[in-house]
């Protein structure tokens, strides 16, 4: 029901792996995936929400408008470019003129070089804007990156107040009507948790063993067990 809701688009670095590969040095690719990975998995363990970037659809539907990127009709407040060698032309453009327009970039190291596997000095020009900021491949420094921009859609946090690494999220909208999806990915770990959104409205849990909706007072602490 209803449509995702994600402000970040984490650029998938296909093209660079196309360019790393050799089959006599496979291990090339697989560090560039294993890093590609580690950001995916940082940003569900941060509960922010994302979207990955497909160079191809980008060059077909990629636009930029006032201070967004956008594909087709999905619109982002941050573009996330991963660990990664080269671009294609197009995506650079866009995203020159996206920061041009006061959007915000988070580039994660190590940096790439190349634009159509050629290298170039256009993509460290492009990492000197002030609307780029360079960082390392960790929770820390993502999480700081990000909620600078934006701030968490979803807050999910233990009682020492840190997020919960292992409770995943979803935000859907349909309609007037807000829809958050939290699932336990831990087989072993369990926790109550406190939920914050940034939302307003009543609470709802619906119980998908009875079939049955109830109004729950807010903010929401919840327990998950394993697997839940």
């Not at 929400?49 to 982002?76: L, P, Q, V």
């Not at 080269?86 to 790439?112: A, Y």
């Amino acid at each position: 029901r209803g449509k995702f809701v994600a402000d970040i688009l984490l650029m998938h670095p296909i093209s660079s792996a196309w360019y790393m590969h050799d089959e006599k040095q496979p291990k090339d690719v697989e560090k560039l995936f294993k890093e590609f990975l580690n950001t995916s998995h940082l940003l569900s363990e941060l509960h922010y929400d994302y979207d990955y970037g497909d160079e191809t659809i980008i060059s077909k539907h990629g636009r930029i408008k006032n201070k967004e990127f956008m594909i087709n009709k999905m619109k982002y407040k941050v573009v996330i470019v991963p660990p990664s060698v080269t671009w294609f032309s197009i995506t650079v453009n866009l995203l020159e003129k996206f920061v041009r327009n006061g959007g915000k970039c988070i580039v994660i190291r190590p940096l790439p070089y190349c634009v159509e596997g050629v290298k170039t000095s256009k993509l460290a020009k492009l990492f000197k804007h002030k609307n780029v900021t360079v960082i390392n491949n960790n929770k820390k420094e993502l999480d700081k990156a990000v909620k600078s921009i934006i701030g968490r859609d979803i807050s999910i946090k233990d009682n020492k107040g840190n997020e919960i690494p292992f409770i995943y999220s979803q935000h859907r909208e349909d309609g007037k009507e807000h829809i958050y999806f939290l699932t336990n990915i831990s087989l072993r770990e369990s926790d109550y948790a406190k939920i914050v959104l940034s939302t307003n409205g009543r609470a709802e849990e619906w119980d998908l063993e009875n079939a049955g909706i109830r109004e729950i007072p807010y903010p929401l602490s919840l327990r998950f067990l394993p697997g839940e």
